[in-house]
């Protein structure tokens, strides 16, 4: 059947001078058709109109089903934020104290040679490549804190960032404690052991906070903390984050292969220095990156949370996960904004920001 439309616009003559549209359709049993017997387009041309019509209204529609998330679905909350610092500040200054009391269980390389490794059994050690490591790992820390700093819902992702913190350092505190390998390599010097001597071990633990737990501020100087390594956690932690909360344009990828390499060249330096067994490092990525794909599933996964099938939820930290993100109902958006807001009366002339139905109706 073919039907034709009739598109009727009269402006009404009361006070308001509105706009009225008419819309009437007509409907025929058959088409007309030539001689040939093709068919005829009879739709007027009003009908083409009123078929634009109808597809820019539907344009509109979409646009609008378009919404961005409230602040009541991603609040701020840094209170949060700020119990989940002091619980990686705490985790932190708890592993430093660990080390200093492994430093003391350490066997003599005399006695207890390094294991055998078969990273090392091909790879030669390079004497700089572990303060690449660093470099490296401070260049990361310091990328990840700028993007941090203009991530628009930050407060959420900053409580995610200490809280995975803080939970793989205290694994990490359990694994030194539990299993004290011998040092890796014969090169390393450890401090000598001190006993009973509490008054060194607190200037021991002072010094590593201070130089940030890294070799090249000469502030680690003990031994014991190999399984699993540190280093390894937080070039992939962080490399982590700076891909998630970044968005996947060209430009973008760019950034995240840089990081990426950045990643990726500090732990092979790792063991390049031989500073650490091979072990430790694959170990320290499998509960970094395996941590990190967990809570983001849960936190991602509205449905996930509330369903009975869910086996996320049988860690025994998710009643920590549950305060977090308890008012979380969305996934959090990479979006931006200046960290400090500047005063309204700073701008003479501000932008209006008009939304994406407003732009589809202007043009």
């Known amino acids: 059947m073919a039907a034709s439309h009739l598109l009727d616009d009269r402006e009404d003559d009361g006070p308001n001078g509105s706009c009225q549209v008419m819309v009437m359709m007509e409907e025929r049993t058959h088409p ?55 619980w990686a ?59 941090w700093l203009f991530l628009k819902h930050r407060a959420i992702v900053g409580r995610r960032f200490f809280f995975l913190q803080g939970m793989l350092y205290l694994y990490r505190i359990v694994t030194m404690y539990i299993t004290t390998l011998p040092v890796p390599s ?65 430009r973008w990828r760019c950034y995240h292969g840089f990081c990426g390499l950045l990643s990726a060249t500090g732990v092979v330096c790792i063991l390049v220095a031989h500073e650490h067994y091979s072990v430790d490092v694959v170990v320290a990525y499998f509960i970094t990156s395996h941590l990190f794909y967990w809570y983001h599933t849960m936190a991602n996964n509205q449905a996930l949370r509330d369903s009975p099938h869910n086996y ?36 003479k002339n501000p932008c209006k920001s008009y939304s994406m139905v407003q732009s589809a109706r202007d043009e």
Request: glycine share 6%.
């Open 186 to 250: 014969m090169h390393m010097d450890c401090a000598p052991k001190l006993y009973n001597d509490s008054h060194g071990k607190i200037k021991r633990v002072l010094q590593l906070v201070s130089g940030g737990g890294l070799s090249i501020t000469g502030s680690h100087l003990l031994c014991g903390d190999f399984l699993y390594s540190g280093h390894t956690v937080m070039l992939t932690l962080t490399f982590l984050f700076i891909q998630e909360y970044s968005p996947r344009s060209c």
């Open 312 to 347: 996320l939820n049988r860690t025994w930290w998710n009643w920590v996960f549950n305060f977090l993100e308890k008012n979380v109902k969305t996934p959090v958006p990479c979006t931006f904004s200046w960290p400090l807001s500047l005063p309204y009366v700073c701008f």
């Open 89 to 147: 500040g705490f985790n932190l200054v708890l592993t430093t104290i660990m080390i200093t009391v492994v430093n003391e269980r350490v066997p003599d390389k005399s006695v207890s040679p390094p294991l055998p490794d078969k990273f090392f059994d091909y790879i030669p050690r390079v004497e700089w490549a572990f303060s690449v490591t660093e470099v490296n790992g401070m260049i990361l820390v310091a990328l990840w804190f700028v993007q």
């Open 32 to 86: 007309q058709a030539t001689p040939c017997g093709n068919q005829v387009d009879d739709k007027p041309k009003s009908t083409k109109r009123l078929q634009g019509f109808r597809k820019a209204l539907r344009k509109n529609q979409d646009y609008s089903r378009i919404s961005k998330p409230s602040s009541s679905q991603l609040p701020s909350e840094w209170w949060k934020t700020g119990i989940a610092f002091i």
